[in-house]
């Protein structure tokens, strides 16, 4: 029986508990919520466990420990991250003719910048779900086997780490490798977690 069809959250779901307008139209979510599913969840579950949970959510034989994770974890996520796919189509439609910007009688469209600032709201939100749901899975191994027991013939694999936007920087050392660097005129300063924070007296 295919599942391609089955959605594991309803557009109706997705206004309720998001900033979406109640009058948009439902067709801008339907598409982006099987984006989110197959993109994202799919990412995060690994196919086999992803089919699992669709194809039992389909047959309403999910086990307790199966919906919990639907419902408390799978559908905030997918929430979020159906929005983020949406976006883009939202922004901008494509007609007959040509890719249009929409302007209302209640407003008008929003810059580039402004909805990419918007679009990153969303996808840090639809990331905290994800580690969360995450760590859920790792928290509760009894509970769902069909995530631990992948094979390379299952499909995708169940991803293990939480996709990360920003940068991270380590704390370390901060002066020049170069001994002679005195000579050329360059200042060193100190590693800023230590004692001499900010401080170029080094050189």
């Not at 994800?130 to 390379?152: G, H, I």
């Not at 169940?158 to 360059?186: A, T």
Request: with cysteine; proline share 5%.
């Amino acid at each position: 029986m295919s599942t391609y069809g089955v959605l594991l959250v309803s557009s109706a779901k997705i206004k309720a508990f998001t900033n979406v307008n109640d009058n948009l139209d439902e067709q801008l979510l339907l598409p982006n919520i099987q984006i989110a599913q197959d993109l994202g969840l799919q990412n995060l579950l690994g196919t086999l466990f992803f089919n699992t949970i669709k194809t039992n959510a389909q047959a309403g034989t999910l086990t307790p420990a199966q919906n919990t994770l639907l419902q408390d974890y799978i559908q905030p996520y997918l929430l979020w991250r159906a929005v983020y796919e949406a976006l883009p189509s939202i922004y901008m439609r494509m007609m007959n003719k040509s890719v249009i910007v929409g302007d209302t009688e209640q407003g008008k469209a929003v810059s580039k910048t402004d909805f990419s600032y918007l679009r990153d709201i969303h996808q840090s939100r639809f990331e905290f779900y994800a580690q969360r749901m995450m760590d859920y899975l790792k928290n509760n191994p009894n509970d769902f086997p069909e995530y631990y027991t992948w094979t390379s013939t299952d499909g995708m694999a169940p991803s293990k780490e939480n996709y990360f936007s920003g940068i991270q920087f380590h704390p370390g050392m901060r002066k020049l490798p170069n001994p002679n660097y005195r000579l050329y005129g360059i200042q060193s300063y100190s590693d800023p977690t230590g004692d001499n924070c900010c401080n170029d007296s080094s050189y």
